[in-house]
T-cell receptor
Framework: AQTVTQSQPEMSVQEAETVTLSCTYD???????LFWYKQPPSRQMILVIR??????QNATENRFSVNFQKAAKSFSLKISDSQLGDAAMYFC????????????FGKGTRLHILP | EAQVTQNPRYLITVTGKKLTVTCSQN?????MSWYRQDPGLGLRQIYY???????DKGDVPEGYKVSRKEKRNFPLILESPSPNQTSLYFC?????????????FGQGTRLTVV
């Protein structure tokens, strides 16, 4: 069975600085998707960034980028120029590209932005 | 506007009183799922449906029922709620055959069972 592990329950970063959230996963599949979701106080689940496992190039969305290391099964999220609006719970997640529709989530990392 | 709508958004109920949380999507998606979110545990799948009249258990199905009589609706039923079902619930939908399309999530339903 696939698992997703986020080892940092909470993190803090100074506004305008850069922070990296860690995520590791375990799977025997070769084709899958990895995601980072943001959950602000409104509770809405917002997709931040997505990585296809077959792509070697790391995904980037504006200030958000990932470091995808397939062999190491590592998928970290880097937030550059942190803003107060980035404060939220962040979930790393996995979805098989072949079997079913289930998204497997990590336990989350709460990110605090210090003004 | 494409969306997944859950109702109610907040619910406080008593142990044993049957309740239904509704989920409706307007995107003609085949896949629909229910997740529960608990502190320190992330989100876990309760049930999912791959199309009308096709449902299956997720990781934590005990105490829940679902039905999929229409493509757009996927209600979550708690026939005898217990305090350990106090949680934040999310419904999600996604189209089949489009692996590059990600799930749409509803706004969440905060359920408290006393």
């Amino acid at each position: 069975a696939q698992t997703v592990t986020q080892s940092q329950p909470e993190m803090s970063v100074q506004e305008a600085e850069t922070v990296t959230l860690s995520c590791t996963y375990d799977t025997s599949e070769s084709d899958y998707y990895l995601f980072w979701y943001k959950q602000p106080p409104s509770r809405q689940m917002i997709l931040v960034i997505r990585q296809e496992a077959y792509k070697q190039q790391n995904a980037t969305e504006n200030r958000f980028s990932v470091n995808f290391q397939k062999a190491a099964k590592s998928f970290s999220l880097k937030i550059s120029d942190s803003q107060l609006g980035d404060a939220a719970m962040y979930f790393c997640a996995y979805r098989s590209a072949v079997f079913g529709d289930k998204i497997i989530f990590g336990k989350g990392t709460r990110l605090h932005i210090l003004p | 506007e494409a969306q997944v709508t859950q109702n109610p958004r907040y619910l406080i109920t008593v142990t044993g009183k049957k309740l239904t949380v509704t989920c409706s999507q307007n995107m003609n998606h085949e896949y629909m799922s229910w997740y529960r979110q608990d502190p320190g545990l992330g989100l876990r799948q309760i049930y999912y449906s791959m199309n009308v009249e096709v449902t299956d258990k997720g990781d934590v199905p005990e105490g829940y029922k679902v039905s999929r009589k229409e493509k757009r609706n996927f209600p979550l039923i708690l026939e005898s709620p217990s305090p350990n079902q106090t949680s934040l619930y999310f419904c999600a939908s996604r189209p089949v055959g489009q692996p590059n399309t990600e799930a749409f999530f509803g706004q969440g339903t905060r359920l408290t069972v006393v």
